[in-house]
Structure formats: structure tokens, C-alpha cells
């Protein structure tokens, strides 16, 4: 029998500054998949994690992000290494040694926990940060997490709604009534409570079909997984919030290419796709994101150390953001 229907949240959460192309960044070494490690990540640490996030701070980023899995089977470990920190422990931590950029999960597997346990954390993260949790979250796509976390990995998306729709009843609310019928709950007390009012917004992953119509429904925001503007998903989009929501305002994110600027030292071989040049180049990639109607975009830099990836993100901020927001 499906599941019945769901009342979305009440309120919508937008956050980026309206008119401009806010920028993230989804950290390194706290995930170290072989699609985007670079060899320096292997011996970094809690000092290079600590120094990217503030130099990304120090540029003006709008947020940082954190992965989560829990864990990664053998069959996949060789593609996605083991490498995973966790991620509102991590989120905690960067925390305090940043004072003023948002604190992103991308993304939290959601169905893999108890709501009100995700609100706990969220809710915990956003009294410790002074108000700048961004609750990023996804289906998931590893089965045996949710062979050995549950629910079944089949009944993962109507389990992804339920789940964002308690979480966010648990961030708004001190005693809130989940609908249900995976976690029912009444009569529960649930503190601390986000600084943020009414609640941290929720920004949903995901590109498919069913990614687009949870964003719709039930978030604040979406995290694409496809890379680039998405004019193609981008209408479809606005169909189902107008559809489900009347329309209601949705912070856009997306993904850009990898991008470098100047020349990188030798050695240094740039992947496939990198978009390289000075800053009136990089940023001339970058405008259509905006003129499609993002607001955020998550930029990466292939960089062989640390240093010289904080220079990169150095560069971004002072030359590249002002003019794609000129």
C-alpha cells in the first residue's frame, strides 16, 4: 500500500543574498573518493581541513560542506575509499574555528536516521554555530548502508520524504507529531533549539526525477547533482514548486566544472573539463549560472597541496566573484 500523503513544512527558509551568485565549497580530505582526492589529501588532517574552511571563510564562500556515508562497503571501497568523516561531527568542529560561513551537509543520507535524532543534531550544530546550519539532504545511493541501517534501499525515496518532513517538524517545533508510518512519534520534548527562526532552511540533492519533485514539495533549496546551469531541469522545477507550493521561493544551487586560474605550476596536470584562464575567463564560465537563476554555485580547484589551494580560492574571491556579480 504507498505511504499517505505528506504535508509539507509550513514555512519556507530561503538564506542566499538575493541579486548575487553566492559560491561553496565541499571541503577536501574529510572525503576522499577517487573521482576528486588529489595525493596530498591522504596525510592532511584537522590543520589543512581547518585552514581551507577559514581561507574559504576569508574569501568570501557562502558556505562549506561536509559528505556523509557511515560507512563504505568492500565492493565499492576501492572507488570510494574509506575516507569518509562524519558529517555533523565535522560540521561541529568547523564550527568553531570559522566565525561567519554557512555549515552545509552535502548531503546527509536522511533515511538512515531517526528524525527527531537528525533534528537533535541539526538543532545542536545551529545553537553551536550561532545560527548558520544549512540542512543539506539526499536519498542515498549505497544499499548496504540501508541493508544494515534500514529501511530497505528499494522504499528509500517515500522513506526520504517522510524523513524531511519530520526533520523539519522537529527543527520547528519543541514537541513535535511525526505523521509517521516509519517513525511516529508524539509527546516528545526535543532541545536544544536552532538559533535560526523558525528553523535552519532544508536543501534537498538529488537530479532525478523523484530528487526534483521532493525538492519541490518539501525544501528550501535544491543541491543538484548534474554539473553546470541545468536549463534543462531548471523549468521543470519551477513546474513542480508552482505546483506544490504555489510557487514559493527556493534557493537554486549547482555544480561548476572544476576551475584554475593562471597557469598551474608543472607538474600539475588539470582534469579533464577544467575550466583554466585568468579571472575575467573563469568568470565569464561562470555568469550564465546566475543569468539561468542560481543562486549559489559549488566551485572546486584541482590543486596538488594545500597551499596551493587556499591561493586558489584567494584568487577566486578577490578577482573572480566581484566580477561575476559586476
Keep these: 500500500m504507498p505511504d499517505a500523503p505528506l504535508a509539507p513544512p509550513t514555512d519556507v527558509v530561503t538564506v542566499l543574498p538575493?541579486?548575487?551568485?553566492?559560491?561553496?565549497?565541499?571541503?577536501?580530505?574529510?572525503?576522499?573518493?577517487?573521482?576528486y582526492v588529489e595525493p596530498w589529501e591522504a596525510t592532511a588532517g584537522p590543520d589543512e581541513l581547518a585552514r581551507v574552511a577559514q581561507a574559504c571563510e576569508a574569501a568570501g564562500f557562502f558556505y562549506i560542506g561536509v559528505c556523509d556515508?557511515?560507512?563504505?562497503?568492500?565492493?565499492?571501497?576501492?572507488?570510494m575509499s574509506t575516507v569518509w568523516y562524519d558529517t555533523v561531527a565535522t560540521l561541529g568542529w568547523l564550527a568553531?574555528?570559522?566565525?561567519?560561513?554557512?555549515?552545509?551537509?552535502?548531503?546527509?543520507?536522511?533515511?538512515?536516521?531517526?528524525?527527531l535524532r537528525a533534528a537533535k543534531e541539526f538543532a545542536t550544530l545551529d545553537v553551536l554555530s550561532k545560527g548558520r546550519t544549512v540542512c543539506g539532504v539526499g536519498a542515498g545511493h549505497v544499499s548496504e548502508e540501508f541493508d544494515l541501517m534500514g529501511p530497505a534501499f528499494d522504499e528509500r525515496g517515500p522513506a526520504t520524504d517522510e524523513a524531511v518532513v519530520g526533520l523539519a517538524l522537529g527543527l520547528t517545533e519543541e514537541f513535535p507529531t511525526l505523521p509517521g508510518p516509519r517513525w511516529p512519534a508524539e509527546g516528545v520534548g526535543l532541545r536544544p533549539r536552532p538559533v535560526r527562526s523558525p528553523r535552519p532552511p532544508i536543501w534537498v540533492g538529488g537530479s532525478s526525477p523523484a530528487?526534483?519533485?521532493?525538492?519541490?514539495?518539501?525544501a528550501?533549496?535544491?543541491?543538484?547533482?548534474?554539473?553546470?546551469?541545468?536549463?534543462?531541469?531548471?523549468p521543470r522545477l519551477h513546474e513542480l514548486r508552482a505546483e506544490?507550493?504555489?510557487?514559493?521561493?527556493?534557493?537554486i544551487g549547482s555544480i561548476a566544472y572544476p576551475l584554475y586560474l593562471g597557469t598551474p605550476p608543472a607538474g600539475n596536470d588539470l582534469p579533464p573539463g577544467t575550466v583554466r584562464g585568468d579571472a575575467d575567463a573563469v568568470a565569464a564560465h561562470l555568469r550564465p549560472y546566475r543569468e539561468a537563476g542560481c543562486g549559489q554555485v559549488q566551485v572546486r580547484f584541482p590543486a596538488h597541496s594545500?597551499?596551493?589551494?587556499?591561493d586558489q580560492i584567494a584568487a577566486f574571491g578577490a578577482e573572480v566573484a566581484p566580477l561575476v556579480n559586476d
Design 18 to 35: 538575493a541579486g548575487v551568485l553566492s559560491f561553496g565549497m565541499q571541503l577536501p580530505i574529510q572525503s576522499q573518493s577517487t573521482i
Design 69 to 79: 556515508h557511515t560507512f563504505i562497503p568492500e565492493r565499492l571501497a576501492g572507488a
Design 96 to 115: 568553531a574555528v570559522t566565525s561567519e560561513i554557512h555549515l552545509l551537509s552535502h548531503i546527509y543520507v536522511a533515511a538512515l536516521r531517526h528524525p
Design 211 to 218: 530528487a526534483l519533485r521532493r525538492t519541490a514539495r518539501f
Design 220 to 234: 528550501d533549496g535544491w543541491l543538484p547533482q548534474s554539473v553546470g546551469p541545468n536549463v534543462d531541469l531548471l
Design 244 to 251: 506544490y507550493r504555489d510557487g514559493a521561493p527556493l534557493d
Design 306 to 310: 594545500v597551499e596551493e589551494l587556499c
